[in-house]
């Protein structure tokens, strides 16, 4: 009897799952142009966390949900972080970022949910870092910003991913206040977003340029951190333009349009730094402007 009860308790359990699963897998996306829907497990994966303070899923309980998210709240070196004068440290030592991009990568736009991404297809795109070459793998937004300058969360935040062929991570960011003169990169993929309306769906936009976001290669804070959304994993080489750009009000609302209710405003709060050095490097002859 006890099996019998066991085996009846699985079926109602797999049938609830079953029955749960249908609403979701039924709900079929409306396709224009040549955007198409791809099961990746993204509109799953995504459900789990988001950006609301207040919530159970939101970036306070992240390190709760999962044991492979525990980094999120027990890691010691996570991003994003304050970049303040009085941490940085004033080096010129690091050299230009060696940035190598060209416009013959093809490129992929995914709505994910939580934030639009770009992934760079057979990517011609990479940089090197003490020697070593990271290949350009993805790119995303984040607004407001997730780094913030002495004490500022600016308006936009672009994370250009990058990975080693032994598994490093090296991420670019550049920071955006709201202003009268549009981003290069966004307006490339602009009037594409209202084709990926769902979450989950993608849009193959042919081969792009990411040499719009690059800013000035001599001078960046460099850092060592983590990814900003789960599992949180760190040893993520950071480096950050100093130089900021634009954004229009436009671009903005269209990179959140298509967004969950719930990540819309998809920036991680600020992390300790936990005796970390952050360096600004910057060219010799440069005054020592920390901004
Ligand atoms: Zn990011």
Redesign the pocket.
């Known amino acids: 009897m006890e099996t019998l009860a066991t085996q009846v308790l699985i079926c109602s359990l797999l049938t609830t799952i079953v029955f749960l699963s249908c609403p979701a897998m039924s709900q079929e996306v409306i396709k224009k142009g040549d955007a198409v829907k791809h099961d990746y497990g993204i509109e799953k994966n995504d459900a789990e966390f988001n950006y609301d303070m207040r919530s159970k899923k939101g970036p306070f309980h992240w390190g709760e949900i999962k044991p492979e998210w525990s980094q999120c709240q027990k890691g010691s070196m996570q991003s994003p972080i304050h970049l303040t004068n009085e941490t940085i440290k004033i080096v010129s030592e690091l050299g230009p970022l060696q940035v190598n991009y060209t416009a013959r990568s093809h490129t992929t736009v995914v709505n994910k949910g939580h934030?639009i991404m770009m992934k760079w297809n057979e990517s011609t795109n990479f940089l090197h870092i003490n020697g070593t070459q990271y290949l350009l793998k993805t790119s995303?937004w984040?607004s407001p910003s997730?780094h913030t300058l002495n004490g500022k969360r600016l308006d936009l935040?672009v994370?250009m991913?990058h990975e080693s062929p032994s598994g490093q991570t090296a991420?670019i960011g550049t920071l955006y206040r709201v202003g009268e003169f549009p981003d290069a990169l966004i307006d490339l993929v602009i009037h594409h977003l209202k084709d990926i309306p769902h979450i989950g769906d993608e849009m193959d936009v042919g081969p792009l340029d990411p040499n719009p976001m690059i800013k000035d290669v001599n001078s960046y804070y460099r850092y060592m951190g983590s990814?900003?959304?789960p599992p949180c994993t760190e040893n993520v080489l950071w480096t950050l333009f100093k130089e900021v750009g634009t954004v229009t009000p436009e671009q903005l609302e269209l990179l959140r349009k298509h967004l969950r209710h719930d990540s819309k405003a998809n920036a991680r709060p600020t992390q300790p730094l936990n005796n970390r050095l952050v360096e600004l490097n910057q060219p010799k002859n440069t005054t020592s402007d920390k901004n």
């Open positions: 934030q995303h984040h997730e935040e994370h991913v991420v990814l900003t959304t």
